[in-house]
């Protein structure tokens, strides 16, 4: 395995055979069996496989976690060795955004609800660094978890609106056995508060389970996720949603699919999830 923090490393790497497929897994490092299904895939689709593990500042709000966002670059890389990856970039800060910087990418409508709401700049940090990602990687795939539903969206307006040349493959949410999705947040929890976190798949589930039986109302949908978080004392909903998984508005009706959404804060910890509905099944 090649481990760089240099631009030029990655390109050599890259154009080293320049018919060989690249399939890029962009991490904040922290990995779990999220990032390592990911991977997996990547592995899979194409004849080499490069994750980056960068914890991106501007994604951060000022009042966020960045300070205390989980870092173990030493087991990050120990697993990516046994998952037989072939190139780790690990750029610095000075790489990514040397002095000087002001190039910023913002997507607009779709960045705007859900999490943008709460986290007004979070999609201009991450549209920007998966941008950069994108042109120093040059992959021809690049795999996303489906947790991240919004991000999905938006760097897939991305790619559409700048003509990446990138295939944006989702990956299904890996989850621990009662149904919490994996996060490297989750490490903050408590053990009270972990066993609280598992209300945000409970009402997913509640709101999925209506939806398999024919509920249609938007608003229904919502008010089960808004009503299974609120009967949890250690949970603080932030929102609930049912909403058009292209464009994410809200829908009174639902027609052909629905993404169920929610943000919950458990003491100082924002957790999200989501279940995407089409037909009847989970995605
Ligand atoms: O999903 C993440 O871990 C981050 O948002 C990403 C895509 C690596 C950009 O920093």
């Keep these: 395995v090649i481990v760089t923090g240099r631009i030029e490393d990655v390109r050599r790497a890259r154009w080293g055979d320049p018919k060989l497929s690249w399939g890029l897994v962009p991490t904040m490092g922290s990995l779990h069996e999220g990032h390592r299904s990911l991977v997996r895939r990547a592995g899979a689709d194409n004849d080499r496989v490069a994750v980056s593990v960068y914890v991106n500042p501007t994604q951060f709000a000022p009042s966020e976690d960045l300070d205390a966002y989980p870092r173990d670059p030493e087991r990050d890389l120990d697993l990516l060795q046994r998952e037989n990856v072939d190139l780790v970039f690990t750029p610095g800060d000075e790489v990514m955004y040397p002095p000087g910087f002001q190039t910023e990418v913002i997507v607009r409508e779709v960045a705007k609800p859900l999490e943008g709401a709460s986290r007004p700049d979070h999609f201009k940090g991450v549209a920007t660094v998966v941008a950069k990602l994108f042109n120093v990687v040059q992959p021809s795939r690049a795999y996303f978890g489906q947790k991240d539903a919004q991000q999905t969206v938006v760097l897939r307006q991305m790619v559409r609106d700048l003509s990446f040349n990138v295939e944006l493959v989702i990956c299904t949410t890996v989850r621990e056995p009662d149904g919490l999705a994996m996060s490297s947040?989750?490490?903050?929890?408590?053990?009270?508060?972990?066993?609280?976190?598992?209300?945000?798949?409970?009402?997913?589930?509640?709101?999925?389970?209506?939806?398999?039986?024919?509920?249609?109302?938007?608003?229904?949908?919502?008010?089960?996720?808004?009503?299974?978080?609120?009967?949890?004392?250690?949970?603080?909903?932030?929102?609930?949603?049912?909403?058009?998984?292209?464009?994410?508005?809200?829908?009174?009706?639902?027609?052909?699919?629905?993404?169920?959404?929610?943000?919950?804060?458990?003491?100082?910890?924002?957790?999200?999830?989501?279940?995407?509905?089409?037909?009847?099944?989970?995605?």
């Design 185 to 283: 947040r989750n490490a903050y929890l408590a053990p009270a508060e972990r066993t609280a976190a598992t209300v945000l798949y409970r009402a997913l589930s509640k709101a999925r389970a209506a939806y398999e039986q024919g509920e249609r109302r938007g608003a229904v949908l919502r008010r089960i996720l808004t009503k299974t978080i609120a009967a949890e004392p250690l949970a603080r909903p932030d929102y609930a949603s049912a909403a058009d998984p292209d464009t994410l508005a809200e829908l009174d009706y639902i027609g052909d699919g629905v993404l169920l959404s929610a943000a919950i804060f458990i003491g100082k910890t924002r957790l999200i999830d989501n279940m995407l509905l089409t037909n009847g099944s989970d995605f």
